[in-house]
């Protein structure tokens, strides 16, 4: 059945001259984010449009500010039920006719539906690319007076992206069906390659392309060793307990298992995978979004479903396959703009685990694949800054250090590591003249320390100058040795699951000139913490947090519907006391301002009054 909010929306208000008036009466800011502006200009202006918009960057907005300014239906195409879902709650929130159709509405319910938008009561319709392929719905969408198409998470369409769907590929087919309606496609992951892929595919023509800054100021990047995992992670989500955040684990037994773990150390935790019933997984879902728990332990199939703004942090205790995944499931924290923590618990043999999944792969995959989860072992292991790294996987480069990861705000130390890249050095070349050919990093550090494996012993390994000089160090310390010095450039590594080392020209001339090599300590053994976020009164803010769970309940939708964590951080920090005042804080729009305003404005009033009541008199 329609809530409230649905029945309230009003249809007839339009701004068609004024995006900013527009974007204050409806959503209640004063200012667009990077690039809306000028994205929501040219959909305005009917152009097809290509955006690329970090996560958090606001790429919603870009289509949703157009459908309440101009007549006529957007029909925006997503792939997850709970995404629509989500942003159709948030939009009848704030006063604006959206629905959705898919398998979870009853035939009543979807009928109904359909009677409202063939009366032209909605403003936008999301649709799964599947229904969307359905011949009667595009009979009825010719009949709906479609004024644009918005294709979320755009990404989808490419085989050469990271979550390629065959649903989405018939998308192509809309330019062919409906070659006068203008195409917005969206995402916030892309490669050039991918970017490309997108244009074509949806048969865009000639579109006004914008690609936005792939950096999130607000995020803190962090790498730890892993050495117990289970209870770091629960110290970690312990000091953060009125906080939500995502802990994401390689296997669904691992899910289970962290969860089952922080449930036992006193923090209230939830698994999601898809070996869950899937009733069980969907309440799991409702009651993480609604803020009844505020941990999920998950694999990579979540979060890609939820619009959650407050989502504080993000946790990895397993490697990710590759950075543009790291990239945004990371993404999923701090989606307000205030500050989230992304952690990643790493240990050397990730990489090999993951490698082991490959075997099956043809030999091209493997190539691609490997790129991938080298370039993530990189960024997990260097002493550089972690922003850059991840910056530069996707083309873009960061002037500065950026101040906000583990390796800027507390740079590891270096030490001078001349006798050991020499060690490592002259064992790569000793092991190449002994038999003839190279071999890799495992079996190179076991030469190092003097381990008599079958290969070493059928190879006649143990037999040369360089066996067992390195016994004096910990194996693992040789095996970090050996990465960093393929990524100074000393030495390479050869493509293919069975790669192996091989020095280089300025390998060759560090070993036979004795040059110097700076090497980097190990990263420190726990998380650490970088605090800060919009100052206001806390325990106000608190309080303001408590009334929004209250009234969200009521209404039966997630608390961020009501307002996200940065407007009531303002509210705390302004105390604003009229009902002007309170529509100057961000994200008070005019439907919110008449429908909680006065809850909002007494709360804030009853706290003034107590402070002030219980201030010593002088």
């Not at 970017?195 to 392309?209: F, G, M, N, W």
């Not at 020209?505 to 004795?514: K, Q, S, T």
């Amino acid at each position: 059945m329609p809530t409230d909010l649905e029945a309230e929306a009003d249809v007839s208000t339009l701004f068609d001259t004024d995006p900013r008036a527009a974007l204050k009466h409806h959503f209640g800011f004063d200012d667009f984010r990077p690039l809306q502006a000028e994205i929501v200009a040219d959909v305005l202006a009917g152009h097809d449009v290509f955006a690329l918009l970090p996560t958090g960057g606001g790429k919603s907005l870009c289509f949703q500010l157009p459908a309440v300014m101009r007549p006529g239906l957007t029909v925006v195409v997503s792939p997850l039920i709970a995404l629509m879902k989500d942003q159709v709650e948030g939009l009848t929130a704030a006063g604006i006719a959206a629905t959705f159709l898919n398998s979870s509405l009853d035939g009543d319910e979807t009928r109904r539906r359909l009677r409202d938008l063939h009366d032209g009561r909605f403003r936008l319709l999301y649709l799964a690319p599947e229904r969307l392929a359905l011949p009667h719905v595009k009979d009825d969408l010719a009949r709906w007076n479609v004024t644009r198409f918005a294709i979320d998470e755009a990404h989808c369409i490419s085989e050469w992206g990271h979550d390629f769907r065959p649903d989405y590929r018939r998308l192509a087919s809309l330019r062919r069906d409906f070659p006068s309606v203008p195409v917005l496609a969206l995402t916030a992951t892309a490669n050039e390659r991918v970017r490309e892929d997108i244009v074509a595919s949806l048969a865009l023509r000639s579109p006004r392309r914008y690609v936005a800054s792939f950096n999130r100021p607000n995020l803190t990047y962090r790498v730890v060793p892993k050495r117990d995992t289970a209870g770091a992670l629960a110290a970690f989500v312990r000091e953060r307990s009125r906080e939500s955040g995502i802990v994401y684990a390689a296997s669904r037994r691992r899910a289970d298992d962290l969860a089952e773990r922080l449930r036992a150390a006193g923090v209230p935790a939830l698994p999601y995978h898809a070996g869950l019933d899937p009733s069980e997984r969907s309440y799991n879902q409702e009651r993480f979004v609604r803020d009844d728990v505020r941990v999920m332990c998950a694999t990579v199939a979540f979060g890609m479903g939820i619009d959650k703004p407050n989502v504080r942090y993000v946790v990895h205790v397993d490697m990710p396959k590759n950075l543009e995944s790291y990239y945004q499931e990371t993404g999923r924290a701090g989606r307000d703009g205030l500050p989230a923590e992304c952690v990643l618990f790493y240990g050397a043999g990730d990489a090999t685990k993951l490698q082991s999944f490959l075997a099956e792969k043809d030999e091209r995959e493997q190539a691609i694949a490997l790129e991938g989860l080298r370039k993530m072992q990189h960024y997990a292991e260097t002493a550089e800054c972690r922003r850059a790294v991840l910056l530069g996987y996707f083309g873009e480069t960061l002037d500065a250090a950026c101040g906000g990861c583990d390796n800027c705000l507390a740079p590891r130390a270096r030490f001078d590591g001349t006798i050991f890249a020499q060690k490592f050095l002259s064992n790569v070349v000793r092991v190449r003249q002994a038999g003839g050919f190279a071999v890799g990093l495992n079996h190179l550090a076991d030469v190092l320390v003097g381990k008599r494996t079958e290969k070493v012993v059928d190879w006649n390994h143990d037999g040369i100058s360089t066996f067992g000089i390195g016994r004096e160090t910990p194996r693992p310390m040789w095996l970090d040795i050996g990465r960093e010095l393929v990524r100074l450039g000393l030495l390479r590594q050869t493509p293919g699951l069975r790669s192996v080392l091989e020095l280089t020209d300025a390998g060759h001339r560090a070993l036979l000139e004795r040059l110097p090599v700076t090497l980097t300590a190990a990263a420190a053994a726990a998380p650490q913490t970088r605090r800060g976020a919009l100052a206001c009164d806390e325990a106000l803010f608190e309080e303001l947090r408590a009334l929004r769970k209250r009234l969200a309940d009521e209404r039966d939708v997630p608390a961020y519907v009501i307002f996200p964590d940065t407007t009531l951080r303002q509210m705390a920090r302004d105390m604003p006391q009229t009902p002007a005042a309170l529509r100057d804080v961000a994200g008070v729009g005019d439907k919110k301002l008449a429908d909680y305003g006065a809850a909002f404005l007494a709360a804030i009033a009853a706290y003034r009054a107590a402070r002030e009541n219980a201030e010593p008199v002088a």
